[in-house]
């Protein structure tokens, strides 16, 4: 019994080390937004202010990346999550044949590199002579954006009884009525939390972005441009906390939802 | 009108798969397949190097590029990276996985996994810049090694051939460090939901036979585990192949497969040369991805 | 009850998944106001069958009338039936009062009519005030009940029942079995009810269908199907059967045909006097199994093959009975209790 609480010591000790490892940077993003530091990354900081929310918040060129950024991924996720409900909606009702292909298309844009699907759509792109616009960007972050709509629908249908479908039809509402009163309503929260995630992702791409929007700045094109050539350290460090801030509600809501309605479900078994 | 509509498709199953189906697959194949295809075709493409046009005759040429010294080193150093990475991130997600998988109650489960999801979901970039503050010349690294008087140290490490530079910011080191950090969460999650699925009275089993906690782990959960690891290895090894930002943000400036790829099609145009690269980490990616598929590992994901 | 108007007919009726034939050729006809069940083994197509009456399913030939009304092309919001489903299918993000006023609703009844007629049958259910829960916050028994309503209200011609106490424990489900049959009775309408429960089958139903392998081996009333089981698979699916068949009923009946005899029929400890209808065959008991109300022995027969023979224990204790194994007897029963089985 000795050497299992040793070993149990150990590996809550390894643990804990994993977490902060994790945290701490994350942590010093919002400790970096008060300093006083100008040119350089100094640790400790020189000094504590606030002064800098102010010189972020006054940057028209910030709020047109956020702006832009925003349209986007709202577009995006719109996209994802009419294509992704369809896809799952199709895999989950019917059995034919190539169902695993589907999935497979689907996770083929995360699952290789984001460069591969980047440089695709750029040479495509190019080869076609499209103009870089808003919907170059949007057409290649829904590409990526499907599948995380399309899991989460589809995990969820699959712990859905196939019966309440019919048992809806069976009390005479046709498909328009039964998918508007009953299946929406059992999907919504996985639907809404594969919209968030979705959004998450594209509100944050980067790679595929450098090559799909031309002279366009989104946010995140922006940061990147800060982390190659820094000009503008105390405003990046502002922006950093706000997005790190921004983006921790979407994923607290997402796995909120997801894990609330599978509780439901397991005791309504 | 609804109601007729709804009769009609009722009576046609095939049609409203197809038209379920027909939106989301052919975007998919339009956009996605297109472009990937449109990608292997500007492959075996070049560039003019006298007009700067890219030249659509087949050649093999563009491929024979990747053959150079200079080509071929980034490849391999990529690769390395890469390898490294899935490596290290196996070997730091392991506990932790364990833990939350095997040790924690069931509200100290939840927490432990949002605290895994939380940096895994939130901003890539913003986290690559925690780390371009942290590993500065002036930042906390150094002034921790300060601190305890260690810069010694530090300064030995940095001046090491290869993995060294001015500073831990602008050394491989650094893009080593940051790429481990930044993956490590899509390690953790795959070999805990891989370890979840030991069930608990193999264990159990294991032990009352008479073996000792490390012989059950060894024996028992480690194997049973694999899928996990590989799992996630698919994940690190991929990304770590394709992203540009890390070692653009930290590295010095020799260049992995994404910065050669990012650079190509940017400032020279050399759209052929950087599809060429791509087919590098897209055929590891697919050994690897048929190699795992025959491991089993496509359970876990 | 039954009036002579045909509610549901099947006319070759096939339903085939590929190479498989879950429904084969079925020819039908459920009377209107009966209590039909649908009985047979998994896979025999008894669900099937009700799911296209339902109209979850289609058949792949022949036709379906309901009331006369050809409905082989109807969807199920287009049928006038209503089904309870096994798993009650109850929606789970809707009360339990919504649940029930799902089809009005769904037909655009005015509110306040709608929830006097929920409340009506949260009475013919005995729950009352239980409306404003969730269905997960019911126990099975409940949830039963309020599948029951959910589809009676729309007033069908015809309610499927799909296994529905399959998921209940054996008292309640004995006591559903008694609420069910009297519901009918006072609803009046067609009830259609699948199980592969025999002994459920013949508490409750007016006729059974005994489905095998997507055919119908026998329609009759519980009497008929137990006392002159039509083919050996009827014989030994409902009820316990002994077959007598080859050698033996060669010299027991005079013919090498098969018959079937029911285990109480045979005479053990009491035997019958020899004579004219009265058939004797000797053999030794192998087994005893002592079960209170009753003792069920296996007898080995000296012309070959083995006769379940079960006795009350009218007269006889645990230690008689329990004697009785390895001992050679006589058995005996009255002719005319054997059956002579069609295949």
């Not at chain 2, 991805?289 to 359970?299: C, E, N, P, V």
């Not at chain 3, 004579?275 to 087994?287: C, F, H, L, P, Y």
Request: glycine content about 8%; some cysteine.
């Amino acid at each position: 019994m000795h050497s299992n609480n040793k070993v149990l010591a150990i590996l809550k000790a390894a643990s804990a080390g994993t977490l902060l490892f994790l945290h701490i940077p994350l942590a010093i993003i919002l400790l970096y937004a008060f300093t006083t530091d100008e040119t350089t990354y100094t640790f400790p900081l020189p000094g504590i202010t606030t002064q800098w929310f102010a010189v972020a918040l006054a940057r028209q060129d910030l709020w047109a990346a956020l702006a832009l950024s925003v349209k986007v991924a709202l577009v995006a996720t719109a996209i994802a999550m009419v294509l992704g409900t369809m896809a799952a909606a199709a895999v989950y009702r019917s059995n034919f044949f190539g169902r695993e292909s589907v999935s497979f298309l689907l996770v083929l844009p995360i699952a290789l590199p984001g460069i591969v699907t980047g440089i695709a759509l750029r040479s495509a792109i190019g080869g076609l002579d499209i103009p870089f616009s808003f919907w170059t960007i949007v057409i290649g972050h829904a590409t990526f954006c499907v599948v995380t709509v399309y899991n989460n629908v589809l995990a969820r249908f699959r712990r859905t009884s196939n019966s309440l479908v019919e048992a809806s039809m069976d009390l005479g509402a046709n498909s328009f009525e039964t998918f508007r009163h009953v299946v929406l309503p059992n999907i919504g929260t996985a639907l809404l939390a594969g919209g968030m995630l979705a959004f998450a992702l594209s509100f944050d791409e980067v790679i595929v972005t450098t090559f799909t929007a031309g002279q366009q700045t989104t946010l995140p094109v922006w940061i990147f441009s800060q982390l190659t050539r820094p000009r503008d350290r105390p405003v990046t460090n502002v922006v950093a906390m706000i997005v790190i801030l921004i983006t921790a509600l979407p994923i607290f809501l997402a796995q909120k939802w997801t894990s609330d309605s599978s509780d439901a479900n397991e005791n309504g078994k | 009108m609804f109601k007729f509509l709804s009769t009609y498709l009722y009576l046609r199953p095939k049609l409203v798969l197809g038209l379920l189906l027909g939106p989301p697959m052919i975007y998919m194949a339009v956009v996605y397949l297109g472009s990937l295809a449109s990608l292997l075709v500007n492959s075996f493409y070049k560039l003019d190097s006298f007009t700067g046009l890219i030249d659509r005759q087949f050649t093999l040429e563009t491929y024979a590029q990747l053959f150079q010294r200079s080509n071929l080193d980034i490849l391999i150093r990529t690769t390395t990276m890469a390898a490294a990475v899935t490596i290290t991130d196996a070997l730091i997600a392991f506990p932790l996985a364990y833990t939350i998988a095997k040790v924690a109650g069931k509200r100290a489960k939840s927490f432990l996994y949002l605290a895994v999801m939380l940096p895994l979901w939130s901003s890539y970039l913003i986290r690559v810049y925690a780390w371009k503050l942290i590993l500065s010349k002036e930042g906390i690294i150094s002034w921790l090694f300060n601190l305890v008087g260690l810069n010694p140290l530090l300064d030995w490490i940095l001046s090491l051939p290869n993995i060294g530079g001015s500073s831990l910011a602008l050394s491989p080191i650094g893009v080593f460090i940051v790429f481990c950090y930044i993956w490590l969460p899509y390690m953790i999650l795959p070999i805990q939901a891989a370890l979840e699925r030991v069930s608990g009275t193999l264990e159990e089993a294991s032990s009352d036979l008479g073996a000792k906690t490390t012989q059950t782990f060894f024996n028992i959960t480690l194997p049973l585990s694999m899928p996990g690891v590989i799992a996630g290895s698919i994940f690190t090894f991929s990304l770590t192949l394709g992203d540009f930002i890390v070692p653009l943000s930290l590295g010095n400036s020799k260049y992995f497969i994404g910065q050669a790829v990012y650079s190509h099609q940017g400032t020279s145009g050399n759209v052929p040369l950087a599809a060429a690269f791509t087919m590098g980490p897209v055929l590891i990616m697919v050994i690897y991805l048929l190699i795992a598929r025959r491991m089993g590992a496509f359970d876990a994901l | 009850m039954a009036n002579g108007i045909t509610a549901v007919s099947f006319e070759k009726v096939s339903r085939s998944f590929g190479e498989i034939k879950a429904v084969d050729q079925v020819d039908l006809e459920i009377r209107d106001g009966e209590f039909f069940s649908l009985l047979g083994p998994s896979g025999s197509g008894k669900t099937t069958s009700l799911r296209l009456i339902a109209g979850f399913d289609r058949q792949t030939s022949g036709s379906i009338h309901l009331y006369g009304q050809d409905v082989s092309d109807l969807p199920p919001y287009e049928r006038d039936v209503n089904t309870v489903f096994q798993d009650y299918a109850l929606f789970p993000h809707m009360n339990i009062a919504d649940n029930i006023g799902y089809g009005l609703m769904i037909k655009k009844v005015p509110r306040h009519e709608r929830d006097n007629k929920v409340e009506e049958m949260l009475n013919l259910i005995q729950l009352q005030g239980v409306g404003s829960r969730k269905p997960s916050q019911l126990s099975g028994g409940q949830r039963q009940r309020v599948a029951l309503a959910r589809a009676l209200i729309n007033n069908p011609k015809v309610l499927l029942l799909d296994e529905p106490l399959g998921a209940l424990d054996l008292k309640l489900r004995q006591q559903m079995q008694v609420e069910l049959k009297s519901l009918q009775k006072r609803v009046g309408i067609t009830f259609i009810f699948v199980t592969h429960d025999q002994e459920e089958a013949l508490t409750m139903s007016d006729r059974i269908a005994v489905f095998n392998k997507g055919k119908i081996e026998q329609v009759g009333s519980p009497a008929e199907i137990y006392e002159h089981p039509s083919t050996s698979f009827v014989a030994g699916f409902v009820g316990v059967s002994n077959l007598i068949k080859g050698q033996v009923s060669l010299r027991l009946a005079g013919t090498d045909a098969t018959y079937s005899i029911r285990p109480e029929k045979i005479h053990l400890t009491n035997p019958l006097q020899a004579g004219q209808g009265v058939v004797i065959a000797n053999g030794s008991v192998r087994d005893v199994v002592y079960l209170g109300l009753y003792t069920r022995y296996l007898v080995e027969l000296e012309d070959g093959g083995d006769l379940v023979v079960v006795e009350q224990n009218l007269h006889t204790t645990s230690m008689d009975v329990l004697a009785l194994k390895g001992k050679k007897v006589s058995l005996s029963w009255k002719k005319e209790h054997m059956r002579l089985i069609g295949d």
